[in-house]
């Protein structure tokens, strides 16, 4: 079998990637390849293909990364507090739809772990690293905006930008936070805070599951708030015909492909000139080349991967490069 991860439980080889891919990356990895090149609020972008929040969730793995070929890297959810996964199963996989399935719910080594190894890069960056930021499992929603400004204000000597993570469905009550009459109260905070000092981006990662007049509100609103930008989307609860996984937990890989794409035609139409200067990051469904260039040129300007690391390996990133290269 020409991947061998396949062999064995998704989730040995989740826990075991993090031991592989050193070896890996130290064997096949090379300069960050330059293809699409961008800058964006005093940020450059060797190319526009990164990890999304999740692959590495406590930046243990950085510098493999840069060597794979990530134009830039987002680190976690990181919550405040260290927290184990959800009880029970966490992880499947499903060859034949390319389906991923989590129900991890932000197991997290906790913001000073993180803090240590982002540390250790500090002189070593070679892409800007995005640190995404969630609430712990028991704080209430009525007092989450605490647990994001406690990890605001913790990585700021290291987050080029934040991505408030608001749309996992794998912590109980989290989406709740997405509703209109949350937002204010969680996001402007956030976006104030970030404004004492040298101001970081903020963005918002939403939910695939929302229905199109929501999503198009919300983003409209969170763009009225101030937030730099958006990361579209999450995992989803629906289900595909034939799919056997729970009815609870999020659902990645090709099955996310449309409602990912729905979500970055809504954002880019809805925003209209308000559009200028906000970063939209598209991720969910992107399993080939084809699907990366088809994002750039439906309007994102940065494009994660998560479920095509499982499914094609971590020479995709350099793969996508030489795709490009070979068609210009």
Known sequence: MSKPWFLIPPQWAHDLSSLALPLYSFIHGRKTPQWNSFDWRGLHFANPLGIAGGVDK?????KDWWALGCGFVEVGTVTPR???PNPGKIMDRDLELQAMWN????????ADDVFYNLSSYAPKYRTPIFVNIGKNRYTPNNQAVQDYLTLVDKFRPFA????VNISSPNTTGLRDLQNKENLDSLISPIVERVSRYEPTPVLVKLSPDMGEE????TVVHLANLGVDGFVLTNTTLSRPAG???PAEGGLSGAPLKELSKRALKIAT???GQKREG?????VGGIMTPEDVFERLQMGADLVQIYSALVFHGPHFFHDVARRYNDGR
């Open 58 to 62: 406590n930046a243990d793995n950085l």
């Open 214 to 217: 929501v999503l198009s509100e």
């Open 269 to 271: 139409e809805s925003l």
């Open 103 to 110: 129900k991890m719910g932000f197991p997290s080594e906790g």
């Open 243 to 245: 799919c056997t996984f």
């Open 160 to 163: 080029d930008a934040y991505v």
């Open 278 to 282: 906000k970063l939209l990051v598209s």
């Open 82 to 84: 260290a927290q184990n």
